[in-house]
């Protein structure tokens, strides 16, 4: 992506650094850098099978169920894999997802299709983010979801009020523009499914396709946003302090809400090219790294950076 960074040097997030301290930080990125290469295509195209696979199994459990209870948890366990399949248009963005550059592409845009977008407009949108991370005023990604205050200190009362208002939804529902083709498609796609799950009178399967993807899947992005970059969504901040991570160890809430080991938000903000299986192991390596190891890591509803 353009004019984005692969790596924060030593250099970037500790200009202070000298002698020992400076050729220890040289020396965690060298280890870093052997963790760069992405997964084959082989197994990339095996994750895709199995979310596809999973969806269509979770429609089925709710139309088979036919219980309101079941509909609302195959939407949100949806929603969930429809999460995960957006932070894979966010991988391919960034080359990371496979080896194969061109595969990236492909998968990329055939993605961000089916989730009511288009890729050239997200990767646009998402460099920026990362150039500009705390400046609303170039920050595409975030421009538009100025009026959620996340430059303000985290307060949950504003949460809760965004989400009992349901004002949420207009800052994550998807901006269809059917003057574009890819929106043209997934508006189409999302009619013949919805409406072929009609026809079938699949009634559950429809409700809880529609509820993953207006509802559900729009309240996790506005909570991952929150745990991302909440209350330290500021310009004049080292990068270091502008991004959190958030570390579940609880592996189903884990694989709810970051499907895609993106709990390591700073981790990603440090290394944008870094696939996501090696997250963990790279976060160990940081953690030799003073400055990074003080900064609060694990999960916690006390969402500071210290």
Not at 12 to 28: F, N, Q, T
Request: proline residues 3%; hydrophobic residues 45%.
């Amino acid at each position: 992506m353009t004019g984005e960074a692969t790596m924060a040097t030593p250099a970037e997030l500790h200009p202070d650094l000298r002698g020992d301290e400076h050729r220890a930080a040289s020396a965690r990125d060298r280890r870093i850098k052997h963790f760069f290469t992405p997964q084959s295509t082989a197994r990339a195209s095996a994750i895709l099978f199995g979310y596809a696979v999973s969806i269509v199994a979770l429609l089925g459990l709710a139309q088979v169920a036919g219980h309101p209870a079941v509909t609302i948890l195959a939407a949100m366990l949806i929603a969930s894999l429809l999460k995960g399949l957006n932070n894979i248009v966010h991988e391919c963005s960034h080359h990371s997802f496979s080896k194969d550059r061109a595969f990236n592409e492909r998968v990329g845009s055939i993605l961000c299709v089916t989730l009511l977008s288009d890729y050239a407009s997200y990767k646009k949108e998402h460099s920026s983010h990362h150039r500009f991370l705390g400046d609303y005023a170039h920050d595409l990604d975030f421009q538009l979801r100025q009026p959620l205050g996340h430059d303000l200190a985290f307060r949950w009362r504003r949460v809760l009020g965004h989400l009992a208002t349901f004002r949420f939804l207009w800052f994550y529902v998807p901006r269809v523009r059917l003057t574009r083709r890819e929106h043209q498609g997934g508006v189409a796609l999302f009619a013949l499914v919805l409406g072929g799950l009609i026809v079938l009178e699949a009634y559950q399967a429809a409700l809880a396709f529609a509820l993953a993807h207006v509802v559900f899947l729009a309240f996790l992005r506005f909570l991952i946003d929150i745990v991302d970059h909440g209350g330290i969504y500021l310009a004049d901040q080292s990068e270091l302090y502008k991004s959190r991570n958030f570390i579940l160890h609880n592996a189903a809430l884990r694989w709810m809400f970051f499907p895609r080991n993106d709990c390591y938000h700073l981790i990603h903000h440090l290394y944008p090219y870094l696939p996501v299986a090696s997250f963990g192991e790279v976060h160990t390596i940081l953690m030799e790294d003073p400055d990074y190891r003080n900064l609060r890591h694990r999960a916690t509803f006390h969402l500071s950076h210290r």
